[in-house]
T-cell receptor, first 113, second 113 residues
Framework: DTGVSQNPRHKITKRGQNVTFRCDPI?????LYWYRQTLGQGPEFLTY????????KSRLLSDRFSAERPKGSFSTLEIQRTEQGDSAMYLC???????????FGDGTRLSIL | DAKTTQPPSMDCAEGRAANLPCNHS???????VYWYRQIHSQGPQYIIHGLKNNETNEMASLIITEDRKSSTLILPHATLRDTAVYYC??????????????FGKGTKLSVKP
């Protein structure tokens, strides 16, 4: 069990640029989740997939955000035209079923200059 | 909003038991209680979960009151490495929002030598 892997661990970019993060879930976990965490707050849910289907999206997921999981394995989260307020830790988690606990990666920290 | 209430901070002496309380007075019959912790700069780590009965694993014990309106996470012999923010979360795994872990601000546990 290699755990949930997220890349890159850190991303620094200028305002207005596009960024893409990758998440590799625990193998055989068919559910994959994205969260965002700002300083001093708990993680906030963004979206989740069951296999390749995106089943739920939070109102936090603006039109500039898009997530994919094309083959039901790894997932990508893209942010277009980044803004200062996008600076946060982006966390990915996976689980086998809805009851089984979600296991988190160590996140990608995004800093917008 | 989070459906749980936790004290913002607690201290514990190294080697002693740490008892972290959580109030979830509006919990419904299908909602499980999950506990996670987050050490600085890492993703949340799953600890334990339960529905009605008390649960124990290699990390901790979870005591849920008979009316299910509150619970206590017990770390039997706290070490310095247990210093973290602990989150108590209630989640309806069969409800419409199956992806959503709603984190509050948690309890910052400081284990002191």
């Amino acid at each position: 069990d290699t755990g949930v892997s997220q890349n890159p661990r850190h991303k620094i970019t200028k305002r207005g640029q596009n960024v893409t993060f990758r998440c590799d879930p625990i193998s055989e976990h068919n559910r994959l989740y994205w969260y965002r965490q700002t300083l001093g707050q708990g993680p906030e849910f963004l979206t989740y997939f069951q296999n390749e289907a995106q089943l739920e999206k939070s109102r936090l997921l603006s039109d500039r955000f898009s997530a994919e999981r094309p083959k039901g394995s790894f997932s990508t989260l893209e942010i277009q035209r980044t803004e200062q307020g996008d600076s946060a830790m982006y966390l990915c988690a996976s689980s086998m079923t809805g009851v089984q606990p979600q296991h988190f990666g160590d996140g990608t920290r995004l800093s917008i200059l | 909003d989070a459906k749980t209430t936790q004290p913002p901070s607690m201290d514990c002496a190294e080697g002693r038991a740490a008892n972290l309380p959580c109030n979830h007075s509006t919990i419904s019959g299908n909602e499980y209680v999950y506990w996670y912790r987050q050490i600085h700069s890492q993703g949340p780590q799953y600890i334990i979960h339960g529905l009605k009965n008390n649960e124990t694993n290699e990390m901790a014990s979870l005591i849920i009151t008979e009316d299910r309106k509150s619970s206590t996470l017990i770390l039997p012999h706290a070490t310095l490495r247990d210093t973290a923010v602990y989150y108590c979360i209630v989640r309806d795994v069969y409800g419409g929002s199956q992806g959503n872990l709603i984190f509050g601000k948690g309890t910052k546990l400081s284990v002191k030598p």
